[in-house]
């Protein structure tokens, strides 16, 4: 990757390796966050494979589709930014999305275009753009596009001008950190899909009693309440007393994943703050800040993903 991939993007935003400013701790635990005492680890990025197709091989439903320039629906709308793969086939069950005029009856309806395509009645335009933002989530919001308890969300927070985004990834109501979010349904998704192996890096303040061996065991994966967590990469950066920072680095992001691992361990989890997805870093951003992650960055990136 060229140097400036490796550069500041957007406002305050920054790609690569993590600068040595951190977000400062609260609280009477420690004062303020430690500083770190070991360097981080190197990004590795697998080099996409390269399959040989059989000659008698019969060709894929998705090479069809791209050799007659048709694509699903369903991938469609989730690139035009309407919404996740997944919530366009509710809305295409509810009958919500139609087709000039006739309700569409399968997500993989066949398109070359998005035109005469409808939502809720608007039409729907043709996708924008890849867009990538980084956003410092602050403590104490949802990641969530309403909350009908009327608790507050990432969108009350956002700048108004933004386009229409969706984040890739959730963080729980009390974890800070970074957010990433963008406007193209089928890059959330192969950003969040395990098997294409974005790490993701969290700190995290706790009480309690560990060892760095016990934190060397995640390596090989855990299994917690009959959920099967892959492995994590797991560093003890500082204790004081009963009182530490852990850094814990995975691959699939399941639901309260780093809480419920360090809770199994009797640990209490007072900090929890995301810092890293990808080479995308949280750096000094501040809570609420955002940045925009250039184009020619965000391509480069994408020529590393696995298929």
Aim: proline residues 7%.
């Amino acid at each position: 990757m060229t140097s400036d991939f490796y550069s500041q993007v957007g406002h305050g935003a920054r790609m690569a390796q993590p600068p040595s400013k951190r977000p400062p701790a609260k609280g009477p635990a420690s004062g303020k966050a430690p500083a770190r005492t070991s360097k981080p680890p190197k990004l590795r990025w697998d080099a996409k494979p390269v399959r040989k197709p059989r000659p008698d091989a019969a060709p894929s439903k998705g090479a069809l589709e791209r050799a007659d320039g048709e694509e699903r629906i369903a991938k469609l709308l989730a690139r035009a930014g309407v919404a996740s793969r997944r919530e366009i086939e509710r809305m295409i069950a509810d009958k919500r999305i139609t087709l000039n005029g006739v309700a569409v009856e399968t997500p993989a309806t066949l398109l070359k275009s998005l035109h005469g395509v409808a939502v809720d009645g608007k039409a729907v335009g043709q996708p924008a753009p890849t867009q990538l933002y980084l956003f410092h989530k602050p403590e104490g919001c949802l990641t969530a596009e309403r909350d009908f308890s009327g608790r507050k969300t990432i969108y009350d927070i956002l700048p108004k001008d933004l386009p229409r985004l969706m984040p890739i990834g959730r963080l729980d109501l009390n974890t800070e950190g970074l957010l990433l979010l963008t406007n193209d349904g089928e890059f959330k998704r192969q950003m969040e899909m395990p098997s294409t192996g974005v790490e993701r890096t969290y700190r995290a303040r706790c009480f309690g009693d560990i060892s760095q061996s016990q934190l060397e065991e995640l390596i090989h994966g855990i299994e917690i309440d009959g959920v099967r967590y892959g492995k994590i990469d797991a560093n003890l950066e500082r204790r004081t007393g009963r009182n530490g920072w852990l850094e814990m680095t995975l691959t699939e992001g399941k639901n309260r994943e780093v809480r419920r691992v360090l809770e199994h361990f009797g640990l209490e989890v007072s900090r929890l703050i995301r810092t890293r997805y990808g080479p995308f870093v949280l750096g000094d951003m501040a809570p609420g800040d955002v940045g925009e992650v250039r184009r020619v960055d965000l391509i480069e990136f994408r020529n590393t993903l696995k298929a």
